[in-house]
């Protein structure tokens, strides 16, 4: 069974904090990975894509991967009450059309 | 533009009534999907469809029947539908290259509620 994990949180933080989203996921064949945001009643926003070992930068946002370790993440910087939402990792195993969606951290920045 | 689009908003339907979703996309993607998804929970693929063939069904019951009538254009056809039918349903759509998944784009989504 091919798996995406995220903590369901809250994850609680400061405004102005980072905050630091994980997932980690099952098939080492594997390659392609996504953040999605979504907030209540809304549908998933794409927020970043990354492919490459390494970090990927898109202005407040950070993507790492890690394919040895099996796992991705989302670092947000200078968090805002607006970055409140739902944060999706989807994972697509060995290029094919289905991405597996993790169940998603829920983020919380206190004002 | 990576714009997705989808009517209705809101849908409200009895068991025996017959409804279509509709979506739509202009970016020239050639892989359009349709996901399932309740409260709490991550999206759901039901059905994918690449170069306006169905590639993949996820099992989903015959009451709901997927339709790609071009490259632009995706429907889901509704009927005899229950209560556990009720969730968001979304469209996505994606470029088709080799090697790996493209990204999915997302449209707003359609509330069903089933009485």
């Known amino acids: 069974q091919k798996e995406v994990e995220q903590n369901s949180g809250p994850l609680s933080v400061p405004e102005g904090a980072i905050a630091s989203l994980n997932c980690t996921y099952s098939?080492?064949?594997?390659?392609?990975f996504f953040w999605y945001r979504q907030y209540s009643g809304k549908s998933p926003e794409l927020i970043m894509f990354?492919?490459?070992?390494g970090d990927k930068e898109d202005g407040r946002f950070t993507a790492q991967l890690n394919k040895a370790s099996q796992y991705v993440s989302l670092l947000i910087r200078d968090s805002q009450p607006s970055d409140s939402a739902t944060y999706l990792c989807a994972v697509n195993p060995s290029g094919t059309y289905k991405y597996i969606f993790g169940t998603g951290t829920r983020l919380k920045v206190l004002a | 533009d990576t714009e997705v689009t989808q009517t209705p908003k809101h849908l409200v339907m009895g068991m025996t009534n017959k409804k279509s979703l509709k979506c739509e996309q202009h970016m020239g993607h050639r892989a359009m999907y349709w996901y399932k998804q309740k409260a709490k929970k991550p999206p759901e693929l039901m059905f994918v469809?690449?170069?306006?063939?169905?590639?993949i069904n996820e099992s989903v019951p015959s009451r709901f029947s997927p339709e790609c009538p071009n490259s632009s254009l995706l429907n889901l056809h509704l009927h005899a539908l229950q209560p556990e039918d009720s969730a968001l349903y979304l469209c996505?759509?994606?470029?088709?290259?080799?090697?790996?998944?493209?990204?999915?784009?997302f449209g707003p989504g359609t509330r069903l509620l089933v009485l």
């Open positions: 469809y690449s170069y306006e063939k169905l590639s």
């Open positions: 990354i492919y490459s070992n």
């Open positions: 098939d080492r064949g594997s390659q392609s």
């Open positions: 996505a759509s994606s470029q088709v290259a080799a090697g790996y998944q493209e990204t999915q784009y």
